[in-house]
């Protein structure tokens, strides 16, 4: 049995998207996040990391969105729709290649423009130009 624990507004979507794509049998539960947009204490009830995604599959809590991943794609992907072929050494850096790069170059990029977004909304009017000056430096670089 699979049960997502999946936040609002997260990379937790991305489990989702995979298990749709799957067709797999699953059990949702959605958090929303704090006023402070962090997720609630209840998700540490689930694993005492308390982010997501956390998948509870086969009697274990798995974390990590890249690992739950490849979790997925090898214990669920029947029809081998995902999974590289071992011959095809192309296929298999591009699948390599793109589960890395979304958790090792794009996130980072992608969870600091988040909080300078939040910087400047939660800035109080006095300063948010100033603000919203530093955000457009930091994203021209
Ligand atoms: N490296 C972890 C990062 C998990 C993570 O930081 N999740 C974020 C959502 S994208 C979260 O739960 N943030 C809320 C919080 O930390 O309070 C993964 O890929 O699963």
């Known amino acids: ?11 937790s979507f991305r489990i989702l998207w995979l298990l ?19 997720a609630p204490d209840s998700l540490k009830q689930v694993h005492p990391i308390g982010n997501a995604p956390i998948l509870e599959a086969d009697d274990r809590v798995l974390i990590e969105s890249g690992f739950i991943i490849e ?17 095809n050494e192309a296929a298999w850096e591009a699948y390599t290649f793109w589960l890395h790069f979304a958790e090792a170059s794009l996130m980072p990029l992608l969870v600091m423009r988040l909080v300078f977004t939040k910087v400047v909304s939660q ?3 006095l ?5 919203k000056k530093i955000q457009g430096q930091i994203e021209k670089t």
């Open 127 to 131: 300063i948010k130009p100033i603000s």
């Open 123 to 125: 800035s109080p009017m």
């Open 71 to 87: 979790y997925l794609i090898k214990h669920y992907d029947k029809e081998k729709q995902f999974k590289p072929d071992d011959n």
């Open 20 to 38: 749709e794509e799957l067709g797999a049998d699953y059990k949702l539960t959605c958090y929303e996040r704090n006023k402070a947009y962090r």
């Open 1 to 11: 049995m699979l049960h997502l624990h999946h936040l609002a507004n997260s990379r």
